[in-house]
């Protein structure tokens, strides 16, 4: 018997099933044409991919023994953060482009959580929750969707007072996140503007001894640093403590500087969220095929590239990407799924078909900001920030080349100033290449009179 199938969103739905031998080929239509599903039976694909039932058994190079059973329909899991906010007494300190550091984590958080909304599980806990050392058992603001009008209410009603017990909430997050069920990741984001001080047995070393505790149970931690209190080599500390090393360890003296801050961050987290959740009764993964804008997937047990299923109580039926699969998933290629009889499943090689180091970069946003020296008609000066996701690379060892047209000053870095003097701004470009040579080019133009804006 020949087959045909369709790839529906998030389903696989079959219009025939039989013993096969294999699928010849798979190729996208060039006019968005349908499925060939032999002996002259046509189905319509739409945009997808579509089949040719031949008698050959090759897939991507693979003798296949297939059977395309019932439909897979699956749902994306979603990372769970939890942002953990100093409200000492030093947050009351200047941050350019803010009235205080504290209000302008408050500015950058909502402008964060309006963009994350459906896309992060999002919790907050502050400290100190005195005015002096003390740390609250439990969450100010509940883990949850669309709950960025909660995490702003909260962050308004803190007034900066007390000391930092950094080592105390650290320990306290990661009580709270190592019980949350998260296959697609749990996450603690730390704001924090100095060293610990004054609070009994919670010095720097303390800190660090706490972070280092947090990877072990599961979670990440990352740290945003920021004012002129706090060195990189402390930030660099931290980062490595919480399994985040390779991020930049720059101590943000901005709001540009400190949104520049948690957009790495941000793409560091939804590069490694490729967790999906199969709906129905579970399966084996050897009845699973797996493919991605219609091209198949092979498993990966070493999770290293491709796919590996999971089965637990905790999260019964989910699917996890690794490598430049997981890449192609966040930088917007469809998957699909199908129950079979377990040919499609296989590889003709562990982990082929899929080369992390060809992998390139993928610019998702360039925004800019004025700077603090921008003046409107006089000195447009700009802060431009490139958002890069490249998962086989540090986001440290990508390399940035670009500039604006009549403007001084280089993009040499994910965060740069240019000077556009009275021209009322310009096109520009820049370019991201990875070690291995591979890059990706994105354009945008500036405005004039320092208005701040981004090109997706």
């Known amino acids: 018997m020949r ?41 319509d694909g739409g945009d997808g991919a579509v089949a040719d039932g031949g008698d050959g058994a090759v897939v991507d190079g693979a003798t296949a023994d297939a059977c395309m059973g019932t439909p897979v329909t699956f749902s994306r899991l979603l990372p769970k953060v939890l942002l953990a906010v100093d409200r000492s007494a030093s947050m009351m300190g200047p941050l350019t482009g803010a009235s205080s550091r504290l209000s302008g984590i408050r500015a950058v958080l909502q402008s964060w959580r309006a963009a994350t909304a459906t ?61 949350v069920p998260a296959p697609a990741g749990r996450h603690i984001i730390l704001f924090n503007d100095g060293p610990a001080t004054g609070c009994s047995g919670d010095g720097d070393a303390q800190v660090v001894a706490a972070i280092q505790t947090i990877p072990p149970t599961g979670t990440r931690a990352f740290t945003i640093a920021l004012g002129t209190d706090i060195s ?57 095929g797996v493919r991605l804008g219609g091209n198949l997937v092979p498993r990966s047990p070493s999770h290293t590239n491709g ?13 996890t990407l690794y490598g430049a699969a997981c890449g192609q998933l966040v930088a917007g290629q469809t998957i699909s799924f199908s129950n079979g009889c377990g040919g499609l499943v296989e590889a003709p090689v562990a982990d082929g078909g899929v080369d992390a180091a060809t992998a390139a970069p993928v610019i998702t946003r360039v925004s800019w900001s004025p700077s603090a020296s921008c003046t409107p008609i006089f000195t447009n000066e700009y802060v431009v920030s490139t958002t890069v996701i490249d998962i086989d690379t540090a986001l440290a060892n990508l390399s940035y080349s670009g500039s604006v047209a009549g403007c001084t000053g280089s993009i040499n870095s994910a965060s740069s100033t240019v000077n556009c003097g009275s021209s009322p701004g310009g096109n520009g470009s820049v370019l991201v290449t990875d070690p291995q040579g591979n890059s990706a080019l994105k354009s945008f133009t500036l405005p004039p009179d320092c208005v701040a804006g981004m090109t997706p």
């Open 3 to 43: 087959l045909g199938w369709i790839v529906l969103g998030g389903v696989v739905a079959t219009t025939a099933c039989g013993s096969l031998l294999g699928i010849e080929s798979v190729k996208l239509a060039a006019d968005g044409g349908g499925v060939d599903a032999g002996d002259g039976a046509v189905a």
């Open 119 to 179: 896309s992060f599980e999002v919790g907050l806990v502050h400290f100190p929750t005195d005015n002096m050392c003390a740390v609250m058992a439990g969450l100010r603001v509940p883990l949850g969707f669309n709950n960025g009008t909660a995490i702003d209410n909260h962050l308004a009603s803190l007034v900066p007072d007390g000391t930092s017990p950094t080592s105390a909430v650290m320990t306290e997050a990661r009580d709270i996140m190592k019980f």
């Open 232 to 288: 990189s080599g402390y930030v660099a500390q931290m980062r490595n403590a919480g399994g985040t090393a390779g991020l930049p360890n720059t101590v943000a003296q901005s709001v540009t500087e400190l949104t520049a801050a948690l957009d790495v961050v941000t793409d560091e987290i939804r590069r490694g969220s490729c967790a999906l959740q199969l709906d129905g009764t579970p399966i084996s993964a050897s009845s699973l």
């Open 307 to 319: 796919w590996d299923y999971f089965d637990t109580v905790g999260a019964p039926g989910v699917v």
